[in-house]
């Protein structure tokens, strides 16, 4: 039955769900204006598949209309604007799964991903983690091997539900255009050149505090600012660990930015890795995959209806922050602190929860301190 996380298995379900819908995912441009028939509408080009053709239809959809995605599309008008050709999109059904808790918040989490793990203790917190930063805004990192299962995780939420943005050495331009989504995970940055590393640098201290918005001066538009809507936008970091990079001679995430980045996005230590065998997949006609269905109803309900109540309570003090981490640092252990609690059946279980998750960051603070000869100074030079 675990197989049924297979992403193979999953994309087949994906495929049947959302069988001629446009989601949230076929969006491939930041908002534009575009004239038809000498009126000027603004809206997104979407991008999709077409099975008969082998090619991608290109749809036009006005602003307004994107909040209805998932939908059908009923009618719509083919145009051409400068050389390229799209279906304007003049009327849509929406067809919106729903947000209902078909499962409790335990049952969910221990439903998804449910195969073998060399370490449960920490995969389940990473699974927590990563739902509570799908469901809210949320910044942190997660440190482990490249085998821990990080990737499929976010894989796995992508492919039901969409929202996602899974970024590989995210440049600026790549972030802006991710910020379609709510979920934006920044996986490994090593390949990123020294002004793509500054730029990011800004970016990320102004998300790391949880600004509602960011703000740059653009080029482009002549020395005017440049804002981008970051409420209800979760930022994930992902990296392997100290010695990975150390042993290829690269520069490791504590020598690309400067202290102010830490502080923002405490990273958390997490061992182990994936057991399950995944070298074959089944169609998911193998599968009741009706439980599938209340996964995706449930994490909408926990999307739209955030956590509020505070089952059991943690002493702020006792995740050890100091100085400029009680800022930023606190306010992510805080919301992760509200998912822990309602996960856990007992008060034990969650005080157990939080002292792995405290752990989990004392472990990082450790290894990152161990391995790396840290000078914010020099560091800084080498980013100006």
């Not at 995780?153 to 929202?163: A, E, M, P, T, Y």
């Not at 990296?239 to 690309?256: A, D, I, R, S, V």
Request: charge should be neutral; hydrophobic fraction near 35%.
């Amino acid at each position: 039955m675990t197989n049924l996380w297979h992403t193979d298995t999953l994309t087949d379900f994906n495929a049947k769900l959302y069988e001629g819908l446009l989601r949230r995912e076929h969006i491939v441009t930041n908002e534009i204006a575009k004239k038809y028939n000498e009126d000027e509408y603004m809206g997104y080009v979407l991008e999709k598949d077409n099975p008969e053709t082998k090619l991608k239809d290109r749809y036009f959809v006005r602003t307004e209309d994107i909040p209805l995605l998932p939908f059908k599309v009923d009618k719509w008008i083919k145009f051409s604007y400068r050389s390229e050709v799209f279906k304007f999109v003049t009327k849509c059904i929406s067809c919106n799964i729903p947000a209902r808790p078909d499962m409790t918040f335990r049952d969910m989490v221990d439903y998804y991903a449910d195969y073998l793990h060399s370490n449960p203790d920490h995969f389940n917190l990473a699974k927590i983690i990563l739902i509570a930063a799908y469901c809210e805004r949320l910044n942190i990192r997660i440190v482990s091997e490249a085998s821990f299962g990080k990737d499929a995780l976010c894989d796995i939420l992508s492919i039901l539900n969409g929202s996602v943005s899974n970024l590989y050495n995210a440049t600026l331009a790549k972030l802006k255009y991710a910020l379609n989504n709510d979920f934006i995970v920044i996986n490994e940055l090593g390949g990123l050149k020294k002004e793509e590393i500054g730029s990011l640098q800004v970016y990320l201290t102004q998300a790391g505090a949880y600004k509602p918005v960011y703000e740059n001066n653009s080029r482009s538009a002549k020395g005017t600012k440049e804002s981008m809507d970051l409420r209800d936008k979760s930022h994930v970091i992902f990296h392997n660990t100290p010695e990975y990079y150390t042993g290829k001679n690269q520069l490791y995430f504590e020598q690309m930015f400067t202290p102010a980045i830490m502080d923002r996005f405490p990273g958390l230590l997490m061992a182990g890795y994936v057991q399950e065998d995944f070298s074959k997949h089944e169609p998911i006609e193998s599968f009741q995959d009706h439980k599938l269905k209340q996964f995706i109803a449930s994490l909408n309900y926990y999307k739209q209806f955030h956590i509020n109540e505070k089952k059991y309570t943690i002493d702020k003090d006792s995740w050890g922050f100091t100085g400029k981490e009680l800022q930023r640092s606190l306010r992510s252990f805080t919301i992760i602190a509200k998912y822990l609690a309602m996960y856990s059946e007992t008060k034990q279980e969650f005080i157990d929860l939080c002292k792995l998750l405290k752990k989990c960051k004392d472990d990082y603070k450790k290894t990152a301190q161990d391995n790396i000869e840290f000078k914010s100074a020099a560091t800084e030079e080498w980013i100006s």
